[in-house]
């Protein structure tokens, strides 16, 4: 299985927005909703914030947003906050070759 | 409350196996696909595999397909992950996680604080 494309980095201010990308192929974002995204911090095991494209799971703050166009899917985190902080990293279902999961390389957001 | 409990990592030589297990509580168990996966150090991370929930269906990485194996206990609530014939590439913290659905891969929604495996000499 291929990684899904993400950029290796983001930055934005307190207060900003910034969004991240997910490219892939027909065969896993562009095919299915079953498109997710996971936040993790140093040392930490990663934690979900975006399911099924564009939703949250209770708990997530609505700063917090997905969304899909074609083979690419996005995630919107507005009103930065210093604890956003982390690495970001998109995963799809997918039947490339063979069934199973495919990871993007993951996104460092870094606050400034 | 839903929690996820690896264990049974360790060092190991090139070309040896390991049992990683993966304790669940708090759920229905017996109702959940689970994942393995897992993250080289300063790297992201990979999926590893995928069970249903009923341990009928199996999927892999092509990085680990035909030398690790995914399997279940559900009387006992446990996952496991057989690792053989082990290289120095499958080195990783690896994580247990829950998926919402118990059929095919969606999300993970409860994850392990992970075990850590090194293969060296």
């Known amino acids: 299985q291929s990684a899904l494309t993400q950029p290796a980095s983001v930055s934005g201010s307190p207060g900003q927005s910034i969004t991240i990308s997910c490219t892939g192929t027909?065969?896993?974002?562009?095919?299915?909703?079953?498109v997710s995204w996971y936040q993790q911090h140093p040392g930490k095991a990663p934690k979900v914030v975006v399911y099924?494209?564009?939703n949250r799971p209770s708990g997530v703050s609505n700063r917090f947003s997905g969304s899909k166009s074609g083979n690419t899917a996005s995630l919107t985190i507005s009103g930065l906050q210093a604890e956003d902080e982390a690495d970001y990293y998109c995963?799809?279902?997918?039947?490339?070759?063979?069934?199973?999961?495919?990871f993007g390389g993951g996104t460092k957001l870094t606050v400034l | 409350q839903v929690q996820l409990v690896e264990s049974g990592g360790g060092v190991v030589q090139p070309g040896g196996s390991l049992r990683l297990s993966c304790a669940a509580s708090?759920?229905?168990?017996?109702?959940?696909?689970m994942h393995w996966v897992r993250q080289a150090p300063g790297k992201g991370l990979e999926w590893v595999a995928f069970?249903?929930?009923?341990?009928?269906?199996?999927y892999y990485a092509d990085s680990v397909k035909g030398r690790f194996t995914i399997s279940r206990d559900n009387s006992n609530n446990t996952l496991y992950l057989q690792m053989n014939s082990l290289r120095a590439e499958d080195t990783a913290l690896y994580y247990c996680?829950?998926?919402?659905?118990?059929?095919?891969?969606?999300?993970?929604?409860?994850w392990g604080k992970g075990t850590t495996v090194t293969v060296s000499s």
């Open positions: 996680a829950k998926d919402r659905f118990a059929l095919i891969p969606n999300y993970m929604d409860v």
């Open positions: 708090g759920f229905t168990f017996s109702s959940s696909g």
């Open positions: 069970l249903r929930y009923d341990g009928n269906n199996k």
């Open positions: 027909s065969s896993d974002v562009g095919g299915y909703d079953y």
């Open positions: 099924e494209v564009s």
């Open positions: 995963i799809s279902y997918t039947s490339s070759n063979t069934v199973g999961v495919v």
